[in-house]
């Protein structure tokens, strides 16, 4: 009796890796509350896209939420708002970096050091703890789309600490700075009001973030 080679069950091989895969996309969604979206290029995986390409269109993004955060939406459909609908962590960090760069260049040579890390980490666990709360009072929104908000609202802030660098007059100082950080708390509030925390909710839910930008805004005035 002739042997016949074992021809390998192409079509159950496909639907197991099918089914792998909607399983990881699945567990993807529950931990970040996204859906993936399907790229340019080989779906949602953009590996063998062009540096260049990325860097581009991660500026380009990156300048759209900074834009909103200059303007804030005062009216009109805030669950639209890019900042809560697509969020990353890239402006986050350049913000939080400029931030602890120009108060370190106003301290002292020999704490500057100090300065830069203790506000990197307090800009880190400030927003971590606004979040959480958030996420505690029934915000249908994922921890990093929050996180990714309260970042982007520092910029007004960043603007006030390279201020602080060029001024050195307080009664022109603080009225600017005074604004910038209201500037910061309207922005990141009116981008949170799509969060689906409940109306009775709302005043405990903008209290810490208020808080934790102006302990930055009296920071960048006290350095």
Partial sequence: MEDRPIQPDIESNTYNYASQAREIESNIQELTGEQT??????????????????????????????IEVLYPKLRGDTENSNLLREWDLWG????????SLFLSFSAKPKQRSLVFSG???????????????????????SFFRVMSV???????LVLAA????????????????IALVCWSVVSSTQALRGSGIPSNKVLLSIY????????????????
């Fill in 37 to 66: 979206q399907d790229r340019r290029f080989t779906g949602g995986d953009t590996l063998d896209e062009p540096v260049l390409t990325t860097l581009n269109r991660d500026l380009k993004q990156v300048g759209r939420r900074v």
């Fill in 92 to 99: 986050p960090l350049i913000f939080c970096l400029f931030l």
């Fill in 119 to 141: 506000v990197f980490a307090v800009v880190w666990l400030g927003e971590a703890v606004a979040t959480l709360n958030i996420k505690l009072l029934g915000g249908k929104v």
């Fill in 150 to 156: 309260l970042g982007y609202s520092l910029f007004p």
């Fill in 162 to 177: 390279f201020i602080s660098l060029l001024v050195g007059t307080p009664w022109v100082r603080i009225p600017v700075h």
């Fill in 208 to 223: 810490p973030v208020a808080l934790f930008y102006v302990t930055l805004g009296w920071l960048t005035i006290i350095t």
